[in-house]
């Protein structure tokens, strides 16, 4: 079955470190999203690809950065962790708009940041 | 610029009894709706979604959500509780064009709490 994986599951690190989050995905999907959710905030978007070597940023996407080499795989990279960047992050991809089709929700990865 | 408001941070109801988890949207044009749920330590399932047409939208597990426009509305309501409905329930509205096309606004959450 198709599905969208997300590692590591948890994560700690240290401020300063770069850390990298993996998403994959095998429905083959142009679009892909990346949110941080916070106790009060609900989901909020981080960055997003509309396909292959397409990125833009979202509402929170200072101190990440997102690249897109290809269909499946959109990994997301803090450049120098900070305490404010411990969450949970959630990967999502999606077929098309036409009919707004579902959004599918990777199982997240909780990353603290000491 | 599009948003969602859910009034309740905190829910708590007894099994059997009747839900209503309330959103509130801002949006300039038709919405996307949507009503997803996060169990402890998951990642979100869509319960149900409305884009047009009958403003009464029936979803997986029981749920129905109502689409007012008149109030900027989207309630999830649920006739009888089940002690496994316990979980977060986000409200979302979709961006539909131009740069933000796809992208979804999240409510911050509703916290279901049953009592057996």
């Known amino acids: 079955d198709a599905e969208i994986t997300q590692s590591p599951r948890h994560k700690i690190t240290e401020t300063g470190r770069q850390v990298t989050l993996a998403c994959h995905q095998t429905?083959?999907?142009?679009?892909m999203f990346w949110y941080r959710q916070d106790l009060g905030h609900g989901l909020r978007l981080i960055h997003y690809s509309y396909g292959v070597q397409d990125t833009n940023k979202g509402e929170v996407s200072d101190g990440y950065s997102v690249s897109r080499s290809n269909t499946e795989d959109l990994p997301l990279t803090l450049e120098s962790a900070a305490s404010s960047q411990t969450s949970v992050y959630f990967c999502?991809?999606?077929?098309?708009?036409?009919?707004?089709?579902?959004?599918?929700f990777g199982p997240g990865t909780r990353l603290t940041v000491t | 610029a599009q948003s969602v408001t859910q009034p309740d941070i905190h829910i708590t109801v007894s099994e059997g009894a009747s839900l209503e988890l309330r959103c509130n949207y801002s949006?300039?044009?038709?919405?996307?709706l949507f009503w997803y749920v996060q169990s402890p330590g998951q990642g979100l399932q869509l319960l149900l979604k409305y884009f047009s047409g009958d403003t009464l939208v029936q979803g997986i597990k029981g749920f129905e959500a109502e689409f007012k426009r008149s109030q900027s509305s989207f309630n999830l309501r649920k006739p009888s509780v089940h002690w496994s409905d316990a979980a977060e329930y986000f409200c979302?509205?979709?961006?539909?064009?131009?740069?933000?096309?796809?992208?979804?606004?999240f409510g911050r959450g509703t916290q279901l709490t049953v009592w057996p």
């Open positions: 949006y300039g044009a038709t919405p996307y």
């Open positions: 979302a509205v979709g961006a539909d064009r131009g740069s933000t096309l796809g992208r979804l606004y």
């Open positions: 999502a991809s999606m077929a098309g708009f036409d009919s707004w089709d579902e959004q599918y």
């Open positions: 429905w083959n999907h142009n679009n």
